[in-house]
């Protein structure tokens, strides 16, 4: 099934694996961590599970750089979708300041964001008006 050009899976993913780190920079060691974990038990290569840990660490970097200066900025939220063919890595955030804040309207990205769509195979980016929450959507798909 695709949905505008890209494929859309209607299966459940094996596994949900979610982590909640405080928004501070000593803490995305921790995500870059739990995704080097759950990717090293998939049929990725040695580069492709260090691009996905990149990717999420740069994601979480963006979010710090979003909410810079706030004293109490809400936590980041990791979330891993395990597929038989991909990963699919959600980071969740609700730190003021849109998309267009920190330079980039809808897809585009600032250099972080570049990075993220050379190292992961399709990256979304979008910002619910309603909740406020900013969503990075990375999946990086096992080599056939």
């Known amino acids: 099934m695709t949905e ?15 982590l ?28 492709e599970v260090e691009d996905i840990r ?17 004293p109490d900025a809400p936590p980041i939220v990791i979330r891993c979708l395990v597929h038989p063919d991909r990963l699919s890595v959600e980071v969740r955030d609700t730190t003021p300041g849109s998309t267009a804040d ?9 250099l972080g964001g570049v990075l993220i769509r050379i190292l ?11 909740s406020g929450q900013h969503v990075v959507r990375m999946v990086k798909y096992v080599a056939r």
């Open 20 to 47: 909640s780190i405080p928004a501070r920079p000593e803490y995305v060691g921790v995500a870059r961590l739990a995704i080097l974990g759950v990717a090293s038990r998939m049929r990725f290569s040695y580069d």
């Open 120 to 130: 992961m195979d399709e990256v979304t980016s979008e910002e619910d008006p309603g």
């Open 4 to 18: 505008g050009g890209a494929l859309v899976s209607t299966t459940e993913p094996e596994a949900t694996v979610e």
């Open 54 to 70: 990149l990717a999420v660490g740069e994601a979480c970097t963006g979010v710090l750089d979003r909410g810079e200066g706030l």
């Open 102 to 110: 920190a330079g980039a309207t809808g897809d585009d990205f600032q």
